[in-house]
């Protein structure tokens, strides 16, 4: 291990562990509304300050890392297996598979989901638990997510398919079905890792902005997303840094995650 | 709702001071900027596309804006004085029986492409807006019985128009009327007003020119407008349009955000005004609907008064006021805001913020307290949604902060953002929701205009829309007054009428008020003249008297 | 040549096969999603209940959306594409007003995102500097997880181009595709052999990186003009821009049904063109290769 990794895995424990202790570090908890104190800079009580509506924000960090943390790379995972699946066997199989599955991957590109995340809300009853709300979105990202790495995976197994040591492994009678679990999948980890590396923060995001569509973590929960939609009110950049504590953080883990994989992908390179 | 109209200032002046106090500022101002040849260019934004430029079709508020910068009426409501001014009519008069109106106009006026502007003109103009196929709103509000509009012009300069039944403020109405011309090729390109539309760049842009035909004079005679022209962006974000702002490429900001108010004024104090409160107002409703897809229990809860006057006694409204507003809003009493002096009920009194007595209210219903959480007669948990319209960060606010005052009586509330919309499908449609927060369009300060809020049997009866017959009593007793006010001649008949109607509101709480917020703006210290009020559109309301200094 | 032919109308018939079906899923889903029947007008109170009625009829026009999209389809074979609803524009010429700025915007911008992604993954497959590649990770990070509006409202905060937040915005996903693939490609036995031997760079990357990474990374290329459109509608709605994102936001909430599905048919038919052609020159150059 090197010590990227070493730093890496330390920042990701260390904030894992943060959120688990948030009980015990932030007990008046996330919810709870200091009126007197609204967007208050941070201070002994407040270590990040508090929001417009007096909640200290470094509770919400806390308990927001929870929900955050947990359920984008869940649905990050699911996006990057439809990704395999779906770009990996078409590149693998080629023709007119490859073809109709493109066909496919690019109408998922260009049409306006967002109707179906808007139809989505109505059929989820309004006083839905805040936490199946957000389950449902990260479930519904994780499935539409998977679009462009389908397209990098199909041209990469496409590659494989023509390559030498496919065609070996298929001389020596190799079934299909082995030969692209064993032989052809493992090949296309780059663009795997960088799919799952990319839709972490990006589903980080949307959540966020699909709080606008009543979907998404519901007040008063926070969520790392809710807490950087902060920033789009944002008309200085110097005035208020504190408020920018939820985005060096969620870099953080961002770049650690890149670094473990990166490391792997080179070990297995 | 989106829309905000026609509000009202409440300055401790009566009326002639505030006059007297109007035409010395002006003067001073005049004076001051002598110097000045031309009046430059104003730069502002407008919030969405305008929809139209037929000032008869107008429903929003861009086109709104258009229309009131470009437009030529009759009568004018003077946004500071609250007084209805001569525009093209030199005098008016209203007959008794208030179904008739006759003006005389002014002479030598010609529209912006020279055309000459005559009786007409109004005749044709009236005829097109009350056309039953236009189903303008502007129109609309004229339409007190059924029958057709009759115009007779008397001569080049004198016009009477009779309605088929009395319509209650009738010569205000007109304020909202830009006369069109028959003549002209230009159709309702062809404009009266001080300004017109010059370049329009839809998404971007509408640029108003100075109409030099424009007939009015200033007191030194002369002729108005000093702008050259106006330059108004078509920004729908608040963020770029305050950051535009402090960039000084914009010279206002018609309807200032409370937040940004502090932050501007902490750096430039000079810019920003807070007129006071305004017509606009907040207010959370139930839903009373009884096909509504909810649970019959939960009904129960919202068509009970004593409910609906426990839930409104344990909102915090002057922390609502303090934390969402900045302290630019007044805990709302009713339907009015109290800046509209006349036909604000003054004998109603402020709702007390207290969950112990909203508590015990409640109990006395039949409704109790276990670990925390309140449960109705049969055991069932109240727990309810609120939804709001996502993107308004205020009421997204006080929603949070209800769901938190409700949380200390055991009530426990799910806050939903939606869409637009989906709301107003919810809303108007499908009634599958149980509370919302929204704000209804004050229009104009005569209650005549919200008949078709607090009828019964109207659409727009939010809480519990088009009833065959009134399902309350007190529903039954509105009713009955709105019509009341809306048929009597005498000022004082229609007050006291709608003064019982803010009574029974407050009572029932059909409508829970919460806060009515403080008319903000921001302009730059290079515009002159200007003077911020209360009334829509607060800023420009005198664009033709502004001026832009070193542009 | 025959066989070509063939090929290449079988192909043309699958385009436009896709964007008829996309153009109708697009309707579809629309027409079902809630708010689509009403209008915000409904709640002005000035209205009567003819005119409310009046406005309810309008909006049912397009009840039924195999009857729509029939209409449409046969209006839209006479070059004629509807009006939008809420504009009450033709939208032919709402599009072709606003399609120029969105294309510059879009062609800026990719030029800028792969500029930087260029030189950001080659330098770091050269130099092989484990804090280069942390920094450069770190970087991409951070405009990765800056919210696309965010990233729009500085641009305008700093008076910087609007097409500079769109490469920021799409800068991220190509780099880290990039840079996978290219470390993937220098680790291969033959390339370190090459090094080994003394193999100039620019020989190494012109003769053994890049033909292995090309299709791949036209594959990036041809997703990166979908992710560029993306960020078209936060950037064009925050920096003012009349362009197409900011009319299919408009649009949106409006439930404006023909502005809509136009916008669609236009985004499938752009996603399609880069994409089989990134997927053309691709195996071209694969069939090259072999």
């Given at each position: 291990?090197?010590?990227?990794?070493?730093?890496a895995?330390?920042?990701?424990?260390?904030?894992?562990?943060?959120?688990?202790?948030a009980?015990?570090l932030?007990?008046?908890?996330?919810?709870?509304?200091?009126?007197?104190?609204?967007?208050?800079?941070?201070?002994?009580?407040h270590?990040l300050?508090?929001?417009?509506?007096?909640?200290d924000?470094?509770?919400?960090?806390?308990?927001?890392t929870r929900?955050s943390?947990?359920?984008?790379?869940?649905?990050?995972?699911?996006?990057?297996?439809?990704?395999?699946?779906?770009g990996?066997?078409?590149?693998?199989?080629?023709?007119?598979?490859k073809?109709?599955a493109?066909?496919?991957?690019?109408?998922?590109?260009?049409?306006?989901?967002l109707?179906?995340?808007?139809?989505?809300?109505?059929?989820l009853?309004?006083?839905?638990?805040?936490?199946?709300?957000?389950?449902?979105?990260?479930?519904?990202?994780g499935?539409l997510?998977w679009?462009?790495?389908a397209r990098v995976?199909?041209?990469?197994?496409?590659?494989l398919r023509?390559?030498d040591?496919?065609?070996q492994?298929?001389?020596?009678?190799?079934?299909g079905r082995?030969?692209?679990?064993m032989?052809?999948?493992?090949?296309l980890?780059?663009?795997l890792?960088?799919q799952?590396?990319?839709?972490?923060?990006?589903?980080?995001?949307?959540?966020a902005n699909?709080?606008i569509l009543g979907?998404?973590?519901?007040?008063?929960m926070?969520?790392?997303?809710?807490?950087l939609?902060?920033?789009?009110?944002l008309v200085s950049v110097?005035?208020?840094p504190?408020?920018?504590?939820?985005?060096?953080?969620?870099?953080?883990?961002?770049?650690?995650?890149?670094?473990?994989?990166?490391?792997?992908?080179?070990?297995?390179? | 709702?989106?829309?905000?109209?026609?509000?009202?200032?409440?300055?401790?002046?009566?009326?002639?001071?505030?006059?007297?106090?109007?035409?010395?500022?002006?003067?001073?101002v005049?004076?001051?900027?002598?110097?000045l040849?031309q009046?430059?260019?104003?730069?502002f934004?407008?919030h969405?596309?305008?929809?139209?430029?037929?000032?008869?079709?107008?429903?929003?508020?861009?086109s709104?804006a258009i229309?009131?910068?470009?437009?030529?009426?009759?009568?004018r409501?003077?946004?500071?004085?609250?007084?209805?001014?001569p525009?093209?009519?030199?005098?008016?008069?209203v007959?008794?029986?208030?179904r008739?109106?006759?003006?005389?106009?002014?002479s030598?006026?010609?529209?912006s492409?020279?055309?000459?502007?005559?009786?007409?003109?109004?005749?044709?103009?009236?005829?097109?807006?009350m056309?039953?196929?236009?189903?303008?709103?502007?129109?609309?509000?004229?339409?007190?019985?059924?029958?057709?509009?009759?115009?007779?012009v008397?001569?080049?300069t004198?016009?009477s128009?009779?309605?088929?039944?009395?319509?209650?403020?009738?010569?205000?109405?007109?304020d909202q009327?830009?006369i069109?011309?028959?003549?002209?090729?230009k159709?309702?390109?062809?404009?009266?007003?001080?300004?017109?539309?010059?370049?329009?760049?839809?998404?971007?842009?509408?640029?108003?020119?100075?109409?030099?035909?424009?007939?009015?004079?200033?007191?030194?005679?002369?002729?108005?407008?000093?702008?050259?022209?106006?330059?108004?962006?078509?920004?729908?974000?608040r963020?770029?349009?305050?950051?535009r702002?402090?960039?000084?490429?914009?010279?206002l900001?018609?309807?200032?955000?409370?937040?940004?108010?502090?932050?501007?004024?902490?750096s430039?104090?000079?810019v920003?005004?807070?007129a006071?409160?305004?017509?606009?107002?907040?207010?959370?409703?139930?839903?009373?609907?009884?096909?509504?897809?909810?649970?019959?229990?939960?009904r129960?809860?919202?068509?009970?008064t004593?409910?609906?006057?426990?839930?409104?006694?344990?909102?915090n409204?002057?922390?609502?006021?303090?934390?969402?507003y900045?302290?630019?809003a007044q805990?709302?009493?009713?339907p009015?805001?109290?800046?509209?002096?006349?036909?604000?009920?003054?004998?109603?009194?402020?709702?007390?913020?207290?969950?112990e007595?909203?508590l015990?209210?409640?109990?006395?219903?039949?409704f109790?307290?276990?670990?925390?959480?309140?449960?109705?007669?049969?055991?069932?948990e109240?727990?309810?949604?609120?939804?709001t319209?996502?993107g308004n960060?205020q009421?997204?606010?006080?929603?949070?902060?209800i769901q938190?005052d409700l949380?200390?009586?055991?009530?426990?509330?799910n806050?939903?953002?939606?869409?637009?919309?989906?709301?107003?499908?919810?809303?108007?449609?499908?009634?599958?929701?149980?509370?919302?927060?929204l704000?209804l369009?004050?229009?104009?300060?005569d209650?005549?205009?919200?008949?078709?809020?607090w009828?019964?049997?109207?659409?727009?009866?939010?809480?519990?829309?088009?009833?065959?017959?009134?399902?309350?009593?007190w529903?039954?007793?509105?009713?009955?007054?709105m019509r009341?006010q809306?048929?009597?001649?005498d000022?004082?008949?229609?007050?006291?009428?709608?003064?019982?109607?803010?009574?029974?509101?407050?009572?029932?709480?059909?409508?829970?008020f919460l806060?009515?917020?403080?008319?903000?703006?921001?302009?730059?210290?290079?515009?002159?003249g200007?003077a911020?009020?209360?009334?829509?559109?607060q800023?420009?309301?005198?664009?033709e008297?502004?001026?832009v200094?070193?542009? | 040549?025959?066989?070509l032919?063939?090929?290449?109308?079988?192909?043309l018939?699958?385009?436009?096969a896709?964007?008829?079906?996309?153009?109708?899923?697009?309707?579809?889903?629309v027409?079902?999603?809630?708010?689509?029947?009403?209008d915000?007008?409904?709640?002005?109170?000035?209205?009567s209940a003819?005119?409310?009625?009046?406005?309810?009829?309008?909006r049912?026009?397009?009840?039924?959306?195999?009857?729509?999209?029939?209409?449409?389809l046969?209006?839209?074979?006479?070059?004629?594409?509807?009006?939008?609803v809420?504009?009450?524009?033709?939208?032919?010429t709402?599009?072709r007003d606003?399609?120029p700025?969105?294309?510059?915007?879009?062609?800026?911008?990719?030029?800028l995102?792969?500029?930087?992604?260029?030189?950001?993954?080659l330098?770091a497959?050269?130099?092989r500097?484990?804090?280069?590649?942390?920094?450069?990770?770190?970087?991409?990070?951070?405009?990765?997880?800056?919210p696309?509006?965010?990233l729009?409202?500085?641009?305008?905060?700093?008076?910087?181009?609007?097409?500079?937040?769109?490469?920021?915005?799409v800068f991220?996903?190509?780099?880290?595709?990039?840079?996978?693939?290219?470390l993937?490609?220098?680790?291969?036995?033959?390339i370190?052999?090459?090094r080994?031997k003394?193999?100039?760079?620019?020989r190494?990357?012109?003769?053994?990186?890049v033909?292995?990474?090309a299709?791949?990374?036209?594959?990036?290329?041809?997703?990166?003009?979908?992710m560029?459109i993306?960020?078209?509608?936060?950037?064009?709605?925050?920096?003012?821009?009349?362009?197409?994102?900011?009319?299919?936001?408009?649009a949106?909430?409006?439930?404006?049904?023909?502005?809509?599905?136009?916008?669609?048919?236009?985004?499938?038919?752009?996603t399609?063109?880069?994409?089989?052609?990134?997927?053309?020159i691709?195996?071209v150059?694969?069939?090259?290769e072999?």
């Amino acid at each position: 291990m090197s010590l990227w990794q070493k730093l890496a895995c330390a920042a990701l424990v260390l904030v894992v562990l943060a959120s688990f202790a948030a009980n015990w570090l932030a007990p008046a908890g996330y919810a709870h509304q200091y009126r007197e104190a609204t967007d208050a800079p941070p201070s002994r009580t407040h270590w990040l300050g508090t929001d417009e509506l007096g909640r200290d924000r470094f509770a919400r960090v806390l308990y927001g890392t929870r929900i955050s943390l947990l359920l984008a790379p869940a649905a990050a995972l699911l996006s990057t297996l439809l990704a395999a699946l779906i770009g990996g066997i078409a590149g693998y199989l080629g023709g007119a598979w490859k073809r109709a599955a493109m066909a496919v991957t690019d109408l998922f590109l260009s049409l306006p989901w967002l109707f179906l995340l808007i139809t989505a809300r109505a059929l989820l009853p309004l006083n839905v638990s805040p936490l199946v709300s957000v389950m449902v979105t990260f479930l519904l990202l994780g499935l539409l997510g998977w679009t462009s790495a389908a397209r990098v995976l199909c041209a990469s197994a496409a590659l494989l398919r023509g390559s030498d040591f496919v065609r070996q492994a298929r001389a020596a009678g190799i079934n299909g079905r082995r030969l692209f679990w064993m032989h052809v999948l493992p090949n296309l980890k780059p663009v795997l890792f960088a799919q799952f590396w990319i839709s972490i923060p990006v589903f980080i995001l949307s959540e966020a902005n699909l709080g606008i569509l009543g979907l998404g973590v519901a007040e008063p929960m926070p969520s790392w997303g809710s807490l950087l939609k902060e920033l789009e009110g944002l008309v200085s950049v110097g005035e208020e840094p504190w408020k920018f504590v939820p985005l060096i953080l969620l870099v953080i883990v961002v770049t650690s995650f890149q670094i473990l994989l990166s490391r792997q992908q080179e070990v297995a390179a | 709702m989106k829309r905000h109209n026609r509000q009202f200032r409440c300055p401790a002046l009566s009326a002639p001071t505030a006059k007297a106090l109007a035409v010395l500022v002006f003067c001073l101002v005049s004076i001051c900027t002598r110097s000045l040849a031309q009046g430059g260019g104003l730069r502002f934004c407008l919030h969405a596309e305008p929809k139209t430029f037929d000032p008869l079709k107008v429903d929003d508020d861009a086109s709104g804006a258009i229309r009131y910068l470009t437009g030529g009426v009759l009568v004018r409501e003077n946004r500071q004085t609250q007084q209805l001014e001569p525009g093209l009519a030199l005098s008016w008069k209203v007959s008794s029986d208030g179904r008739e109106i006759s003006f005389r106009l002014r002479s030598g006026v010609s529209f912006s492409d020279g055309t000459p502007f005559s009786a007409e003109d109004v005749a044709y103009t009236v005829q097109q807006l009350m056309d039953p196929a236009l189903h303008s709103p502007t129109g609309d509000v004229f339409r007190s019985g059924a029958g057709s509009v009759e115009t007779k012009v008397i001569s080049q300069t004198q016009i009477s128009i009779r309605f088929p039944a009395p319509v209650a403020g009738l010569a205000a109405l007109f304020d909202q009327v830009a006369i069109m011309s028959v003549r002209s090729p230009k159709k309702e390109m062809a404009v009266l007003g001080p300004f017109m539309v010059g370049d329009y760049k839809p998404g971007s842009s509408v640029v108003l020119n100075r109409n030099p035909y424009y007939w009015k004079t200033d007191a030194q005679g002369r002729k108005l407008p000093y702008l050259d022209s106006i330059h108004l962006d078509i920004q729908p974000n608040r963020d770029v349009e305050l950051l535009r702002f402090k960039r000084e490429e914009l010279d206002l900001i018609n309807s200032l955000d409370s937040e940004y108010f502090d932050k501007v004024s902490a750096s430039s104090p000079q810019v920003v005004h807070d007129a006071g409160p305004s017509l606009d107002s907040e207010q959370l409703w139930f839903n009373q609907v009884a096909k509504a897809p909810i649970p019959g229990y939960k009904r129960n809860w919202f068509r009970s008064t004593a409910f609906r006057r426990a839930i409104s006694q344990a909102i915090n409204r002057d922390d609502l006021s303090r934390v969402v507003y900045h302290g630019h809003a007044q805990p709302a009493l009713g339907p009015f805001s109290p800046a509209n002096k006349f036909w604000f009920n003054a004998n109603l009194k402020p709702q007390i913020y207290s969950p112990e007595t909203a508590l015990k209210a409640l109990q006395g219903e039949g409704f109790r307290m276990e670990n925390g959480t309140l449960k109705d007669k049969e055991g069932n948990e109240v727990v309810f949604s609120i939804i709001t319209n996502a993107g308004n960060k205020q009421r997204e606010h006080m929603a949070v902060l209800i769901q938190d005052d409700l949380q200390k009586i055991g009530i426990h509330v799910n806050v939903v953002t939606l869409d637009f919309p989906s709301l107003i499908e919810r809303m108007t449609q499908t009634f599958d929701y149980e509370a919302i927060i929204l704000g209804l369009t004050n229009v104009d300060l005569d209650p005549n205009n919200e008949m078709n809020v607090w009828l019964s049997s109207s659409e727009n009866h939010q809480w519990n829309p088009s009833q065959k017959t009134p399902e309350t009593e007190w529903e039954a007793e509105i009713d009955r007054l709105m019509r009341e006010q809306a048929s009597a001649a005498d000022l004082n008949k229609r007050k006291e009428a709608f003064d019982r109607v803010q009574e029974i509101v407050a009572e029932q709480q059909p409508f829970i008020f919460l806060i009515n917020k403080n008319a903000l703006s921001a302009v730059s210290t290079s515009v002159r003249g200007a003077a911020p009020v209360i009334l829509w559109p607060q800023t420009y309301w005198n664009a033709e008297s502004l001026m832009v200094a070193g542009k | 040549m025959r066989g070509l032919q063939k090929k290449i109308a079988g192909h043309l018939l699958g385009l436009i096969a896709t964007i008829l079906i996309g153009g109708f899923l697009s309707a579809s889903l629309v027409r079902l999603a809630p708010g689509f029947e009403v209008d915000e007008r409904e709640l002005d109170p000035h209205l009567s209940a003819q005119s409310l009625q009046a406005l309810r009829d309008s909006r049912r026009q397009d009840e039924n959306i195999f009857h729509f999209y029939l209409h449409y389809l046969s209006q839209a074979a006479r070059g004629d594409f509807g009006k939008s609803v809420a504009l009450g524009q033709p939208v032919r010429t709402l599009l072709r007003d606003r399609a120029p700025l969105t294309m510059r915007l879009i062609a800026i911008g990719l030029t800028l995102s792969w500029s930087l992604t260029v030189t950001f993954a080659l330098s770091a497959a050269w130099l092989r500097l484990s804090i280069y590649d942390t920094a450069t990770t770190m970087l991409s990070g951070v405009f990765l997880c800056i919210p696309a509006a965010v990233l729009a409202l500085l641009s305008v905060l700093w008076n910087v181009p609007g097409s500079l937040a769109i490469a920021l915005i799409v800068f991220p996903g190509t780099y880290r595709y990039t840079r996978n693939l290219s470390l993937k490609a220098y680790a291969q036995p033959h390339i370190l052999a090459a090094r080994a031997k003394g193999l100039s760079e620019a020989r190494i990357l012109f003769w053994h990186v890049v033909p292995v990474v090309a299709p791949q990374l036209l594959a990036v290329a041809g997703v990166s003009v979908s992710m560029a459109i993306g960020a078209t509608i936060p950037v064009e709605a925050l920096c003012g821009f009349a362009g197409i994102g900011q009319l299919a936001w408009q649009a949106a909430m409006a439930r404006d049904l023909p502005l809509l599905v136009n916008i669609t048919v236009l985004v499938t038919l752009v996603t399609l063109l880069a994409n089989s052609g990134a997927d053309v020159i691709g195996s071209v150059i694969r069939g090259q290769e072999a």
